[in-house]
């Protein structure tokens, strides 16, 4: 992506260790506005750890991590929940408050953060279930879901405000393909129409060339490659081809 | 260094409990929109203790009467029975008796529930979504047990005081009337503070403190877990642990400034 477009999410030498472990060693990239970048790589080599650092969940040891322009780290604790209100994050396993039901999980937001009334938050979850395709999953338990429909559950509630910034962590896992590609193509079209940011950490290839701008891949705490999906999907790097194989799809 | 490691750690976890229990006060005035979580907590923690606080505080009750009249008989004023039972039961056994069932149940309750929620994940949910965890998860479970001790506690010196009484009459031949009178009368001597009985008010003063320290320190154990299980595990053994040791200290400073100052 242009370095020159403005960049909505930006990592300047980024580093971050857990204890010995060196998990992000000079991590440096953009995301421009309305632009979707797709982070693979093996497991384990930090892909959760750069969502967490750009919705200020993690400090970084060293480096910038800054959204639109502002250093997450340096924010107060009131300017980085104003931020988090216009993002999104769809947590790997959908992180769902288990004592609230599917319905009251995508409200909590609405609910906590707004004065909106009861009949507008209650149209605005129906709508976002709608959108997941779990129309009748309101009263529900997460207890009571499969893992697939509790990731569906989460993206409602990471979409439910209308975010400008999505950071979406495996959003595929779990999924069955058809539903897979339901959400795929939601995705795309979040991009497309509402020209959201995006940060998608993926191993699907499917996805990824359904939804995302470019591809990042993340090896030993950097960028070791970021192409456009099709020369991605298409390079012969010696670390590409082996990790993807010979038919990425 | 490795020395200084426990006491530096004890202070951080009094540090962050004492924070905690500031953010709470500091929201109170959101508790009457918090009214059904509050009244959720309310039969989760304390409804559901109300049997063991029965057949305990009965027992609790009758081993005071025994123990005691036993050895009031030796010297022939086993008539005193009922006063040392309802003081015993109204000043200390109440409301120490039911924290510590509050600790067990409750208070390791609330460290394994919120202690699961960070370990997966939902507790980074609610900061992400900007969500005031203080305000959804620990505020009504502090009011919950603030309110639920001390009537709890009522519960447990009513029934240990009729348990004693049962023990007077069967056992040291105390007529259950005249055990009754002596530990209503004992009961009636007035506060300086309140135009109430001051054993009464100052025993569910002691449990109403000690409602706020479980659920203060489950609280806290529950949202520093880390690790998974092991973590979730570690966190409700120390909720309770640290609870009963909170309880006993506490105890002595509140018995102090009532019944020495």
Redesign the interface.
């Known amino acids: 992506m242009s370095p020159t477009a403005e960049a909505v999410i930006e990592l300047r030498d980024v580093r971050k260790s857990f204890g010995a472990q060196k998990v992000l060693d000079g991590l440096s990239f953009q995301v421009p506005r309305g632009r979707c970048l797709a982070i693979m790589g093996p497991s384990g080599t930090g892909k959760s750890v750069i969502l967490r650092h750009v919705i200020g969940l993690l400090k970084a040891d060293a480096g910038v991590v800054s959204v639109e322009g502002r250093d997450v780290a340096r924010l107060s604790k009131h300017e980085l929940s104003d931020l988090r209100k216009r993002m999104g994050f769809l947590f790997q396993e959908g992180a769902l408050i288990n004592w609230l039901t599917v319905g009251e999980n995508v409200a909590l937001p609405l609910r906590e953060n707004t004065r909106l009334p009861d009949a507008e938050i209650r149209r605005k979850v129906q709508e976002k279930l709608e959108l997941v395709h779990i129309p009748d999953a309101w009263d529900k338990l997460p207890a009571q879901i499969s893992g697939g429909m509790k990731k569906r559950v989460g993206l409602a509630r990471a979409l439910i405000t209308d975010p400008e910034i999505v950071l979406y962590d495996e959003p595929n896992a779990g999924l069955d393909p058809e539903i897979s590609q339901s959400i795929n193509d939601l995705l795309r079209e979040l991009h497309e129409r509402l020209r959201v940011t995006a940060l998608l950490v993926e191993h699907r290839v499917r996805c990824i060339r359904t939804v995302a701008d470019e591809v990042l891949f993340l090896e030993k705490g950097r960028v070791l490659v970021q192409l456009p999906p099709r020369e991605f999907f298409a390079s012969d790097h010696p670390r590409l081809v082996q990790f993807l194989g010979k038919d990425p799809d | 260094m490795n020395i200084l490691r426990p006491v530096v750690t004890i202070a951080q976890g009094l540090g962050y409990e004492l924070e905690l229990l500031g953010s709470v006060l500091a929201r109170l005035h959101h508790v009457p929109a918090r009214a059904r979580l509050v009244a959720d907590q309310i039969y989760q923690s304390a409804l559901q203790t109300v049997h063991v606080v029965l057949v305990v505080g009965t027992f609790i009750g009758m081993i005071v009467a025994l123990q005691t009249g036993i050895e009031l008989a030796r010297i022939g004023q086993q008539d005193q029975i009922g006063t040392i039972v309802s003081l015993s039961m109204a000043r200390e056994m109440g409301p120490f008796i039911t924290a510590t069932i509050l600790a067990a149940a409750a208070g390791s309750s609330m460290a394994a529930?919120i202690g699961?929620?960070s370990v997966?994940?939902?507790l980074?949910?609610?900061?992400?979504?900007?969500?005031?965890r203080v305000?959804?998860l620990i505020l009504p479970r502090v009011v919950a047990l603030a309110i639920a001790a001390p009537l709890l506690t009522i519960l447990c010196d009513t029934v240990g005081i009729l348990g004693g009484g049962f023990v007077a009459q069967s056992q040291l031949n105390v007529s259950y009337q005249l055990y009754l009178d002596s530990a209503v009368e004992a009961l009636r001597d007035p506060g300086r503070i309140l135009p109430l009985p001051k054993d009464v008010y100052g025993g569910l003063f002691k449990s109403f403190v000690f409602g706020v320290i479980v659920a203060v320190i489950g609280c806290a154990a529950g949202l520093r877990a880390s690790g998974g299980a092991l973590g979730v595990g570690q966190a409700t053994r120390s909720a309770v642990r640290d609870s009963i040791i909170a309880i006993i200290v506490t105890n002595y400073f509140i018995t102090w400034a009532l019944y020495q100052s």
């Open positions: 529930e699961t929620m997966s994940d939902e980074s949910a609610l900061e992400v979504l900007s969500v005031d305000k959804l």
